[in-house]
């Protein structure tokens, strides 16, 4: 008796996100997120804003605001984090204006023992008009989370 083999799976690479799918299976819906750097660059503000919370010390460096979102850069110090936290270190970013916009964001980084530097993806960029950003970034390990207002 002859059995039909499955075909084996062969990825195919998308360019513009970067993950694998099978032959013919639709695209996932991109996340808008991922499109924040887009567009055309409308500013750099230098931000300088620190936080210290359990002997880590969390910065703001720049907030860089283009067309059609936004880039934020920060960076995290301090010594009391083992290697086993660090492989299950992530990054979490909630943003809130007072104007209620409702902002998508992804947020990234890596570092070593004493130091992470990261990035924030966030879509869509500050309306005009919008005077401030509350920021708060969580790291998942045993680090805690910091909170900012940056004033445009």
């Known amino acids: 008796m002859l059995v039909d083999r499955p075909k084996p799976f062969r990825p195919q690479r998308s360019a513009q996100y970067g993950y694998s799918r099978p032959s013919g299976a639709p695209s996932p819906a991109p996340d808008p997120s991922l499109a924040a750097c887009d567009g055309e660059l409308v500013s750099v503000i230098g931000l300088g804003v620190a936080d210290v919370r359990d002997d880590r010390r969390a910065e703001l460096l720049a907030l860089e605001t283009y067309s059609t979102g936004a880039l934020l850069t920060f960076r995290v110090t301090g010594d009391r984090v083992t290697q086993d936290e660090i492989a299950w270190l ?49 790291a998942h390990a045993s680090l805690g989370g910091w909170s900012f207002r940056v004033d445009l």
């Open 90 to 138: 992530t990054w979490t970013c909630v943003i809130t204006d007072e104007i209620g916009t409702d902002y998508s964001v992804r947020a990234g980084g890596s570092g070593h023992t004493g130091l992470w530097r990261g990035e924030v993806l966030i879509y869509p960029a500050p309306p005009s008009g919008t005077r401030s950003l509350s920021i708060h970034l969580k």
